[in-house]
């Protein structure tokens, strides 16, 4: 059975968000600073290569079972942009939230296209050299907004815009948005995943 996994990730917001979810299913999400794992280099083109790389390189500093989260937020007028490269839009030293929310709004300023969406790719390996990962994908519609609404979220989720709702992804409260982001969908694909591999007995 699965009761621990660590998180290579070193972001706060996740963190919360992650503990939350799995917390419903008796695992312990341990952040990898808690294990001194060095920060993973993310030289690779796409999500899914960057999130296995993570999740390896988690495992393989603490010898636990790891979750990499690779995730950003895409608009279509910019070509896909940010991207992988949301966390870091504006520059990395340091990362800014504020900053990078204000670049992509700079950027989006006078298109016709406002459309973003957010992509959330996860992976889940059970130990460092695990031949069969657990990949999942999830990806949230919506359009941008220059002005920031709603206290609740992080990154770019007071900028995110959800038509349907009619109020930004900060703005949601935590179970709204855990059952319909794209980090709430591609956990659910996951656990969909681990439950074919165990069908007897799911380790979650």
């Not at 059975?1 to 999400?29: C, P, Y």
């Not at 993310?42 to 690779?70: M, Q, V, W, Y």
């Not at 995110?160 to 009619?166: A, H, N, Q, R, V």
């Amino acid at each position: 059975m699965l009761k621990q996994i660590v998180l290579a990730s070193g972001n706060a917001g996740k963190l919360k968000e992650f503990t939350r979810w799995f917390a419903a299913h008796d695992i312990e999400v341990l952040p990898q600073s808690a294990f001194n794992v060095p920060e993973c280099p993310e030289p690779h083109p796409t999500f899914i290569e960057n999130a296995i790389a993570k999740a390896r390189h988690a495992s393989k500093h603490s010898g636990k079972p790891a979750l990499a989260d690779d995730s950003g937020i895409c608009a279509p007028a910019l070509g896909g942009a940010p991207g992988i490269y949301s966390a870091r839009f504006a520059g990395s030293n340091p990362k800014s939230d504020a900053a990078n929310n204000a670049k992509l709004s700079a950027e989006l300023a006078g298109k016709a296209d406002q459309r973003c969406y957010y992509v959330c790719v996860l992976v889940l390996v059970r130990h460092e050299n695990d031949p069969q990962p657990i990949i999942a994908e999830g990806i949230w519609h919506g359009t941008w907004q220059a002005e920031a609404a709603g206290e609740n979220g992080f990154g770019y989720d007071p900028h995110f815009y959800i038509p349907e709702l009619g109020c930004t992804a900060a703005q949601l409260d935590p179970e709204t948005k855990n059952r319909i982001s794209h980090r709430g969908l591609a956990l659910t694909e996951l656990k969909q995943k681990i439950g074919l591999l165990y069908p007897q007995n799911p380790p979650y």
